[in-house]
């Protein structure tokens, strides 16, 4: 029996799609377990780009999280 590995779904791709309030959820605490309604969202975006495959995250990984604090921050 061989087991697939699927590839982590890349924040890059779909943080800039969540609503603004899926973001607003995940800034309230970048630690934790995702809300089950930013994961639904991460699912659909997945498989709206052909990402149906793809191993969606429940929590943020140390990378993700910088990731969203770059995209937070004002640029000058």
Do not use: C, K, N
């Amino acid at each position: 029996m061989s087991l697939v590995e699927h590839r982590r779904f890349e924040i890059e791709r779909w943080w800039p799609h969540l609503t603004i309030e899926a973001r607003h959820l995940v800034l309230r605490d970048l630690e934790a377990e995702l809300e089950a309604s930013v994961v639904v969202e991460i699912v659909e975006i997945a498989e709206r780009d052909g990402f149906a495959d793809a191993s969606i995250p429940t929590r943020l990984d140390p990378h993700e999280r910088d990731y969203v604090l770059t995209q937070i921050e004002a640029v000058d």
